[in-house]
């Protein structure tokens, strides 16, 4: 399956049984997100020594409510501690991988 071209064709993926193999990594990680699996999407940030890794580590964390780790991530990301809700953000966070 290709990259969805938007936030709603990425929606339009959630209920498939599993991320498409063939998506960047960074993008697979906000499909378990967004499919509730905090666990999977949390291993591949992990995993992922980058800004990119770092940014949804934070989210993750800071939707865990786990503030000060995901202020630690957000620096990382080289982010400031949001402002928005979580939904927001997990659009910005896709709709950004969208386009890498």
Do not use: C
Not at 43 to 54: F, Y
Not at 70 to 85: C, D, I, L, V
């Amino acid at each position: 399956m290709s990259v969805p071209k938007s936030f709603e064709e990425f929606n339009a993926t959630l209920y498939q049984q599993s991320a498409p193999s063939s998506w960047p990594e960074a993008l697979r990680a906000m499909w378990f997100d967004a499919k509730g699996d905090w666990e999977s999407s949390h291993d591949i940030a992990q995993d992922l020594h980058n800004t990119n890794g770092s940014w949804i580590h934070a989210y993750l964390h800071r939707k865990e409510g786990d503030k000060f780790n995901a202020g630690y991530w957000y620096r990382m990301a080289g982010k400031k501690f949001p402002s928005t809700n979580l939904e927001d953000e997990q659009r910005q966070l896709v709709e950004y991988f969208l386009t890498q």
